[in-house]
């Protein structure tokens, strides 16, 4: 989800473990299905998807943005104001802190969220015990993952990732952006029968949103109503849970 940030004054950068983060919106009805939550936005991300809508977060700086322990109070005075803390980005599992500020989230009473694109199976698999719920980014068929991210090896990470996610038993929503110059109808159809081969039950497509996009060609050629009923009638029936998700 677009970060929709409240920076805070910061002092002396966050000390060694501790999670760089960019922002935090201290309250979202949408990134956490049926909870409200507070969202922390990790800094970093390897990738450079075309249609990132926070790519002001893509940049892995030395010192964090926000201090860590400023989120915490900040977490600690929604104590009985919300339900979850969601950690996006970003890519949060490109902080090797991700999971002790999970702990620290918990600690305080919340359930936890995350937001992935599926980049470090090794980290994600690490913190996959300490999260009730991920929405995972599935962004091609992964043969074709190169021409979106920019990483020639990240369809490899995205289908380990994923599998991760739908063998671990947490609840999940995988979603993929679609786009008619990056995604063509037999593309989608294809990915999504990969998809439920892989045994993924709960599946989001979602059409391309300009906000926050600094990429003028993806705006230039974008397709509302893009790919057509009969596509998505395709897609549809392979899951048990689908859904078409329009930008608002």
């Known amino acids: 989800m677009e970060a929709r940030l409240v920076r805070m004054d910061g002092g002396a950068a966050a000390a060694t473990r501790q999670l760089k983060v960019g922002g935090v919106t201290p309250f979202s009805a949408t990134d956490y299905p049926g909870q409200l939550s507070a969202v922390v936005f990790v800094q970093g991300c390897p990738w ?30 929604r104590v009985g104001l919300i339900d979850a803390v969601v950690f996006s980005g970003g890519e949060p599992t490109i902080d090797p802190a991700l999971a002790g500020a999970m702990r620290q989230a918990r600690a305080l009473g919340f359930k936890v969220g995350l937001h992935t694109a599926c980049i470090y199976p090794e980290r994600l698999a690490e913190v996959l015990p300490l999260i009730d719920w991920v929405g995972f980014d599935v962004k091609a068929p992964f043969a074709q993952y ?53 045994g ?49």
Not at 230 to 245: G, H, I
């Open 146 to 198: 190169a021409g979106i991210t920019g990483a020639p090896d990240s369809g490899e990470q995205a289908q380990a990732c994923a599998r991760l996610i739908v063998d671990s038993g947490v609840d999940y929503e995988c979603r993929t952006t679609i786009h008619p110059t990056l995604l063509r109808p037999r593309d989608i159809v294809a990915l999504a029968g990969t998809l439920a081969g892989m």
């Open 48 to 77: 450079r998807c075309g249609y990132c809508h926070n790519p002001h977060l893509q940049a892995r700086p030395s010192n964090s943005p926000m201090p860590w322990q400023h989120v915490m109070a900040l977490l600690e005075r």
């Open 200 to 248: 993924v039950t709960n599946y989001v497509l979602q059409e391309f949103r300009p906000q926050g996009c600094n990429d003028a060609a993806l705006k230039a050629h974008a397709q509302p109503g893009y790919p057509g009923q009969d596509v998505v009638a395709q897609v549809e029936a392979l899951f048990p849970r689908f859904t078409l998700r329009r930008p608002h």
